[in-house]
């Protein structure tokens, strides 16, 4: 059966998840702020500011109109940039259908709560946690749209909802795993983000694949430890929506949080960072969420701690490396059979 969708964001990610909704069979409506965009998505079938490469079937239609997108929708996917959604949605509330299922696309933390995203929908919407989902995964928008082979993980505390979104994004392409974990989920998204930043700013200052591995593989166990003392699943975050995304962020040069923490590497400023990278990299303001988190929940997270100093207050990356090698050492492994939460 055709499943209506709203997309509410017609950025990089927002425009490929809508060729992989049409392509599964969807129609949807794509729903960009500027009338200029939406007039080149409809006119050209190609997003000419994010993904001009893309061709669009005719069952994606773009609008401005929230309203138009939202109505008799089965699904609204929220792909806007992490720190803009609250605001949004507290506007769009009252435009949807009670049957709507709300699925977020982001990897971020938002700023001033340490929310994750599923948080920031149900208590903007008052949607029950059975009609939020997450999607998650190594899911690079530039290979989205060449339909190269890629997997996710559609995560919701309910089986129906899980079910549903899978089948609305299920091609031959874009293979969908369901996971009740929404946590580890979010998680494992919002934290790559930030490791994927140091991995940048390593690359950057040219300090070799052992570095860019030591990063990942610790940067994982902070995710976890995270995750754990939040409630997750750790096998979560050893999976797509963990270690596979990590993987795929750090090593891609398709990844603008990668790009970012390069140029920083190289010895740019935030600012002219911020420049060269134009799109959303979340991992730049996430970086404060996670690390609030990590108070919040008693979790040290040394590298995301690190990757903040950098960004928010001017740390020179060289000596953020040397402290980070100069730490005390300790035991790698978890204790006990449980994860520690101390570094
Ligand atoms: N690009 C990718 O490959 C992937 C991105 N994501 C996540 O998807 C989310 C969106 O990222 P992208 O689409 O890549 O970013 P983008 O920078 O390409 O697009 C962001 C979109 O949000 C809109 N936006 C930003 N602030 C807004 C505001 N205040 N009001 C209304 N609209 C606003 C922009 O106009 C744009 O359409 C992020 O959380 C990102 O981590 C997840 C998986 C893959
Ligand atoms: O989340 C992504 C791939 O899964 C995209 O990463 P960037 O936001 O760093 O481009």
């Not at 950057?204 to 990063?215: H, Q, T, V, W």
């Not at 590298?303 to 960004?311: F, H, K, S």
Request: neutral net charge; contains cysteine.
């Amino acid at each position: 059966m055709s499943r209506r969708v709203a997309v509410y964001g017609a950025g990089s990610w927002g425009t490929a998840f809508s060729l992989v909704l049409a392509d599964a069979g969807c129609e949807v409506t794509l729903w960009g702020r500027r009338q200029v965009l939406v007039d080149a998505i409809n006119d050209t079938r190609g997003n000419p500011d994010y993904l001009p490469q893309v061709r669009l079937p005719a069952t994606v239609r773009a609008t401005t109109d929230p309203a138009q997108a939202a109505h008799d929708a089965d699904i609204a996917v929220l792909a806007v940039s992490a720190q803009s959604v609250r605001p949004l949605l507290e506007a769009w509330a009252g435009l949807f259908e009670r049957r709507t299922v709300f699925v977020s696309l982001m990897k971020g933390v938002e700023l001033g709560t340490d929310k994750l995203m599923s948080q920031v929908i149900a208590e903007t919407t008052g949607a029950r946690a059975d009609r939020v989902a997450v999607v998650s995964g190594p899911n690079l928008a530039g290979e989205i749209v060449a339909r190269k082979p890629a997997a996710s993980v559609v995560a919701c505390p309910d089986d129906t909802t899980a079910a549903l979104v899978r089948s609305a994004c299920h091609t031959p392409y874009f293979r969908p795993y369901t996971n009740a974990d929404v946590v580890g989920c979010e998680l494992g998204g919002a934290v790559k983000n930030v490791i994927a930043l140091a991995a940048g700013v390593a690359d950057g200052m040219g300090l070799g694949d052992n570095a860019k591995a030591a990063l990942l593989t610790r940067g994982l166990a902070e995710a976890t430890r995270l995750g754990v003392a939040m409630g997750a699943d750790p096998l979560t975050l050893a999976g797509l929506a963990g270690m596979g995304d990590l993987v795929a962020t750090c090593s891609s040069t398709l990844s603008r949080n990668h790009t970012f923490g390069a140029c920083l590497g190289r010895g740019l400023s935030v600012e002219e960072a911020r420049t060269r990278t134009r799109q959303t990299a979340e991992g730049v303001a996430s970086c404060k969420g996670i690390t609030g988190l990590g108070r919040r929940h008693r979790v040290d997270l040394p590298i995301a701690e690190t990757v903040a100093d950098i960004i928010h207050h001017g740390r020179d990356p060289e000596e953020a490396v040397h402290t980070l090698m100069s730490r005390t050492t300790k035991p790698e492994n978890l204790r006990n059979g449980r994860a520690s939460t101390s570094e």
